[in-house]
């Protein structure tokens, strides 16, 4: 129960870190509902990933008392993950539209 707490607040804190992004360089924005989504994909990403290492919800609440270091770990690795993917995803999409505007004028 606690280790599902903590992915969800996981999740929140990237969708908060892109949006957060979003609003403070609109350049990256894709609105709030696609920070929101991008902030989520990215921040379980991340954690997945970065997760390996012992910073994964179960770790931090291994036998019921909570590792605050790893969950400030946690934490930042999610706030951090929802960014990068705001980041990868805007690099995407300008590829794409510059594939298709190159496309388009021939």
Same mark, same amino acid.
């Given at each position: 129960?606690?280790?599902?707490? $903590?992915?969800?607040?996981?999740?929140? $804190?990237?969708?908060?870190?892109?949006?957060?992004?979003?609003?403070?360089?609109?350049?990256?924005?894709?609105?709030?509902?696609?920070?929101?989504? $991008?902030?989520?994909?990215?921040?379980?990403?991340?954690?997945?990933?970065?997760?390996?290492?012992?910073?994964?919800?179960?770790?931090?609440?291994?036998?019921?008392?909570?590792?605050?270091?790893? %969950?400030?770990?946690?934490?930042?690795?999610?706030?951090?993950?929802?960014?990068?993917?705001?980041? %990868?995803?805007?690099?995407?999409?300008?590829?794409?539209?510059?594939?298709?505007?190159?496309?388009?004028?021939?």
């Amino acid at each position: 129960m606690l280790a599902s707490l $903590i992915a969800v607040i996981s999740v929140v $804190i990237g969708i908060f870190g892109a949006n957060l992004f979003g609003f403070v360089l609109k350049k990256y924005s894709f609105g709030f509902t696609g920070n929101s989504i $991008i902030g989520v994909f990215g921040s379980v990403f991340f954690i997945k990933l970065i997760g390996r290492f012992g910073f994964d919800p179960i770790a931090i609440s291994g036998n019921g008392n909570i590792n605050y270091t790893l %969950l400030t770990f946690n934490l930042i690795i999610s706030f951090f993950g929802a960014i990068v993917g705001l980041i %990868l995803l805007k690099a995407i999409s300008t590829k794409l539209n510059k594939f298709k505007n190159q496309k388009g004028n021939n």
